[in-house]
């Protein structure tokens, strides 16, 4: 069975769309590191919440769902696709 162009477009599409999910993981855990060194800053989680004007529910569920902890190791095999 010969590749259709249109096959080209949906491989393309899906190596663009595991690209820029790799990209938002990076930038997530980038802004939970920023979140971590705020509240270092500051004294609190607390106190960044207030500072941005957010929830200080939000800043904790954001490092907690997006900090080190949940970051995929360098080098190691995808789970998802």
């Known amino acids: 069975?010969?590749?259709?162009?249109?096959r080209a477009r949906v491989d393309a599409a899906d190596q663009r769309r595991s690209e820029l999910q790799a990209?938002?993981?990076?930038?997530?855990?980038?802004?939970?590191q920023a979140?971590?060194?705020?509240?270092?800053?500051l004294g609190s989680k607390s106190a960044?919440?207030?500072?941005l004007g957010i929830n200080?529910?939000?800043?904790?569920?954001?490092?907690?769902?997006?900090?080190r902890a949940t970051a995929t190791p360098p080098?190691?095999?995808?789970t998802t696709e």
């Open 1 to 6: 069975m010969p590749t259709s162009d249109w």
């Open 56 to 67: 200080v529910s939000a800043v904790r569920k954001y490092i907690r769902e997006h900090g």
């Open 23 to 32: 990209e938002l993981s990076k930038v997530a855990r980038q802004r939970a």
């Open 48 to 51: 960044v919440a207030r500072e």
């Open 35 to 41: 979140l971590e060194d705020g509240a270092a800053e």
């Open 75 to 78: 080098g190691s095999p995808k």
